[in-house]
């Protein structure tokens, strides 16, 4: 527990996911002094596979992943507090954490506490997710269903783009709107239609895990999918950023520039919590843009506070 009166961190990372375990990573590899706050609650557990992060040509599990980060980090004099973030503000120094284990102190604050996916009401979700019937992420594993039967789930727009996103890895889509049909504007059929996309008309009423398939119930109807993909949207984790002044967007990812510096000075975030492309490496390059930043801003320290 650290207290009031010993010296702020030069930098507090929040978030254990790929992204926070890179900048934590290299922050420490520029002699800095860091305090990593891991809350244990990251989205790339839930992966079951991944085959798009780069150098494993079988694929990687997202908790495998993360673990290997983990191991890595140990290397380094980094300060790891599992706990969650119930209040930040602004600090003499920099920045202050009120949490469960005490006050954390840093001259530099980099969220990086990422999103999570809203699920479809349907039981057995991991078991849905680990076997690739239930998926959330077309860029990263729409290669995995190409020609194979998929549903799309959603209530509103996106499920449409979603849908003809998916087009070109297969010709048998179907895009379920939670509420049916009525849900689509005549726009919308019309580009569906072009895309040689079905739609369903009723509502959905349920859907459940059927063997190595999905279920989908809708009226006196069954439809049966290899994978449904779901397109009900993401709740984006930015409330410390916006807490301390930062900019989001209209979903709430929080604003950054090519440093990945927030509308905050030194604030700064990145992965999925930020605005672009929400991919592991994307989040890992990221984080070690936003650590650069960092050491450079902090500028030079005789002797290192981190240690020789």
């Not at 729409?142 to 979603?162: F, L, R, S, T």
């Not at 063997?211 to 069954?222: I, N, Q």
Request: net charge neutral; glycine share 10%.
């Amino acid at each position: 527990m650290q207290a009031h009166s010993e010296p702020a961190a030069d930098a507090v990372v929040v978030g254990g996911g790929p992204a926070g375990l890179m900048a934590a990573i290299y922050l420490a590899r520029f002699r800095r002094s860091v305090v990593l706050v891991d809350a244990g609650q990251s989205r790339v557990e839930k992966i079951p596979r991944s085959h798009n992060y780069p150098g494993f040509a079988d694929g990687i599990a997202g908790a495998k992943l993360r673990d290997m980060l983990r191991a890595q980090l140990r290397s380094y004099p980094v300060r790891v507090v599992e706990t969650f973030v119930d209040r930040a503000e602004r600090a003499p120094e920099g920045f202050r954490l009120a949490t469960q284990q005490g006050p954390i102190e840093g001259r530099r604050l980099l969220i990086a506490t990422g999103v999570t996916d809203i699920p479809p009401a349907m039981p057995h979700v991991r078991a849905a997710l680990d076997t690739g019937v239930l998926r959330y992420c077309p860029v990263c594993d729409a290669y995995e269903v190409i020609g194979k039967a998929v549903g799309v789930y959603a209530n509103g727009p996106a499920g449409v783009a979603e849908a003809i996103y998916l087009r070109h890895f297969s010709a048998d889509i179907t895009l379920f709107m939670a509420q049916g049909g009525p849900g689509l504007a005549a726009e919308e059929r019309r580009r569906l239609a072009d895309a040689g996309i079905r739609w369903n008309n009723a509502p959905v009423d349920a859907i459940r895990k059927d063997g190595e398939r999905v279920e989908l119930t809708h009226a006196s109807t069954r439809t049966l999918c290899d994978t449904l993909y779901c397109a009900l949207g993401l709740t984006v984790h930015s409330r410390i950023a916006v807490a301390l002044g930062a900019s989001v967007d209209g979903t709430g990812y929080v604003q950054v520039d090519a440093h990945h510096a927030t509308t905050v000075p030194g604030l700064y975030a990145a992965g999925d919590v930020s605005a672009g492309l929400n991919q592991i490496a994307v989040a890992m390059g990221g984080a070690a843009i936003a650590a650069s930043a960092i050491h450079r801003e902090l500028g030079p320290d005789w002797p290192p506070r981190a240690g020789a």
